[in-house]
């Protein structure tokens, strides 16, 4: 069953306006979550996750268990943010399940 | 240091071949996570390892995946009698502590595998 959504495939903003990546998830009890980020010919690596409530290279994530969303937010996106991101969640059975990944463009 | 390292970085195999896939994880780490990574879709989990036992293997499409770490370090992804639905990338986890402590996990490139 798909625990985490990710209505966005591809998202193309510029250069210093906000981009905010949507994540929706579905499970009743208390997730983890994570945003995971894959730059052009690197390895996936952590962004952040819900539990650290810090900001990582501007982006901030906000858990919001009444909706069920983890959406990423920037205010001023920048070229280097052009990334695959992939929302991640992760319930009590420890396995990470991810979503389909948006592809972010920032145009200059 | 050195992060996880797989290889090989690419894979051709015809219909039928048998694979193996070799996963290094950061020296230490207790876990190991392996993930298939079909095109346009993030990482689904296959199998789960702390130091040498296979705690879960829930994730395995089918009795042709296999997947061992013998000493508790390096780890192989065996696939048998490879059929085009298996052409994905593989991709290998490593994480410091057992998956209870939830320690981020570190991923490796990851293997491009094509069935022809």
């Known amino acids: 069953a798909q625990r985490v959504t990710q209505p966005e495939k591809l998202l193309s903003v510029f250069k210093g306006a906000p981009v905010e990546l949507k994540c929706n998830y579905s499970y009743s009890g208390s997730p983890e979550l994570f945003w995971y980020v894959q730059y052009s010919r690197q390895r996936l690596q952590l962004l952040l996750r819900?539990?650290s409530r810090e900001s990582i290279k501007g982006f901030t994530a906000d858990l919001n268990k009444g909706e069920t969303s983890f959406h990423l937010k920037k205010p001023f996106a920048q070229e280097e943010d052009s990334a695959m991101y992939y929302c991640a969640f992760r319930s009590n059975d420890y396995k990470l399940s991810f979503g389909a990944g948006t592809t972010v463009t920032v145009r200059a | 240091g050195a992060g996880v390292s797989q290889s090989p970085r690419y894979k051709v195999a015809k219909r039928g071949q048998d694979v193996a896939l070799r996963c290094d994880p950061i020296?230490?780490?207790?876990?190991l996570f392996w993930y298939q990574q079909a095109l346009g879709q993030g990482p689904e989990f296959l199998t789960y390892?702390?130091?040498?036992?296979?705690?879960?293997k829930s994730g395995l499409p089918s009795d042709r995946f296999f997947a061992e770490r013998p000493e508790g370090s390096v780890s192989t992804l065996k696939i048998q009698r490879t059929q085009q639905e298996d052409s994905a990338v593989y991709l290998c986890?490593?994480?410091?502590?057992?998956?209870?402590?939830?320690?981020?996990?570190?991923f490796g490139p990851g293997t491009r595998l094509t069935v022809t």
């Open positions: 986890a490593s994480s410091q502590r057992a998956l209870i402590y939830s320690s981020e996990q570190y």
């Open positions: 819900h539990i």
């Open positions: 020296s230490g780490h207790v876990s």
């Open positions: 390892f702390q130091n040498e036992a296979q705690l879960d």
